[in-house]
């Protein structure tokens, strides 16, 4: 088992995936995380792609609730609130993404607890970062996909804008969450000072387009930023994209094009070998992708492979669950969820020392560990029994 973060504690009022997601990255190295939910439990419970349910739970809860205790409190009680404060008092690191201002109203937010911890690490996460004239806008992936200018660059000039297909703004977001909370860490290591971490989905959004965006500033290109047919990237030369075969596609990335015309034999491209590849980038990719359509993947692939022209067949998830490299880097693991049922989930990305982090906790039954953290914290049977009856928190069967 990971011991990166042994000792550190985390309380999480994080709910769907940024949050969630970041704080598991904290967790499965080695982190005591407690989530904290409300009676109802977090919309990550009741939401799952493809309607995908495990133990009647939405696959958003599973994904993201591994290696964490669970507590589930009414932040509307006041005892609720009590209890949510003395958490904090004994932690290294909340966390929340509620909407700005939520956490401050219920006394929670950062002024009141580095009042009473003050070497708390804060972190919030929102939509849009804590202050501005925005601040309150509803923060979702597609939406901030829509308004960053990356569903804009992902789409293509027959397609039209699209987004990209997974949450990635939410999963990017959830990558700096972890990261700017261990940034805080190792000061307060050093100094013995607290912090507010900030992170946001617009911001990881346009942080993800650093490639776009610099090549958009500092250049002269102000056409369209959808993608010519096949190109991959608005800013990208030709052949630097994805073709049809008769069987699938292929993703070419860059190369000598006087290699790639003798191998897909096609002479005509020759005629842009010494050209600007950018200017002329549709008239290359017209003249490819009309040969690859003739060709089979493994044709494809045959020829390109052994002349080391970087390309890829483009796989679907069949053919990622089934490749070597991923099965060998251990990328998803087969666990059992708390109720035993089989299921399968992503791993955590990193290695340390050779190791890969293992799920210690499956993600947990809301309230499932309520009594035990609230024994730890020093109420006793009695108490935790009459805080089940003032609807103060739920404890799991």
């Not at 490639?211 to 990237?233: H, Q, W």
Request: charged share 20%; proline share 5%.
């Amino acid at each position: 088992m990971l011991d990166l973060l042994d000792g550190i504690r985390v309380v999480s009022f994080n709910h769907f995936l940024m949050g969630p997601l970041g704080i598991q990255m904290l967790a499965d190295m080695g982190a005591d995380v407690i989530s904290v939910e409300s009676l109802e439990g977090g919309f990550q419970r009741r939401f799952g792609g493809a309607k995908t349910t495990i133990d009647g739970d939405g696959s958003s809860f599973h994904l993201g609730g591994r290696n964490k205790r669970n507590i589930a409190l009414n932040l509307k009680h006041e005892k609720g609130v009590e209890i949510a404060v003395a958490l904090a008092k004994n932690a290294d690191v909340v966390t929340e993404n509620f909407r700005p201002g939520v956490m401050d109203r219920l006394g929670l937010g950062y002024k009141s607890l580095s009042h009473l911890n003050p070497k708390l690490i804060y972190a919030a996460a929102s939509g849009f970062g804590a202050t501005g004239p925005g601040a309150n806008r509803p923060g979702q992936d597609l939406l901030i996909q829509a308004l960053s200018g990356l569903a804009m660059i992902t789409g293509s000039r027959s397609s039209g804008p699209r987004p990209v297909g997974v949450s990635v703004a939410d999963h990017h977001g959830a990558a700096l969450y972890a990261l700017g909370i261990l940034g805080a860490l190792i000061r307060r290591q050093r100094t013995g000072k607290g912090c507010f971490v900030d992170v946001d989905l617009m911001s990881a959004a346009i942080n993800l387009q650093m490639e776009s965006f610099v090549s958009y500033l500092n250049g002269e290109y102000r056409e369209s930023l959808l993608s010519p047919e096949c190109i991959g990237g608005w800013y990208n030369s030709a052949p630097y994209g994805i073709y049809a075969a008769l069987d699938g596609h292929v993703a070419i990335s860059h190369c000598d094009l006087g290699i790639l015309a003798d191998a897909l034999e096609i002479p005509s491209l020759k005629n842009f070998v010494d050209k600007d590849l950018f200017d002329f980038r549709e008239d290359v990719a017209r003249l490819i992708a009309q040969r690859l359509k003739s060709l089979t993947l493994e044709q494809v692939m045959r020829t390109l492979v052994p002349l080391k022209v970087w390309c890829a067949p483009v796989n679907d998830y069949e053919a990622v669950l089934n490749d070597p490299q991923v099965q060998h880097n251990r990328s998803f693991i087969s666990v059992k969820s708390a109720k035993g049922t089989p299921m399968k989930l992503v791993n955590h990305p990193i290695r340390y020392d050779g190791e890969v982090a293992e799920m210690r906790i499956p993600p947990q039954p809301l309230g499932a560990q309520s009594a035990e953290i609230l024994a730890q914290m020093g109420w006793d049977e009695a108490s935790i029994n009459q805080l089940v009856e003032d609807n103060v928190i739920v404890i799991a069967d």
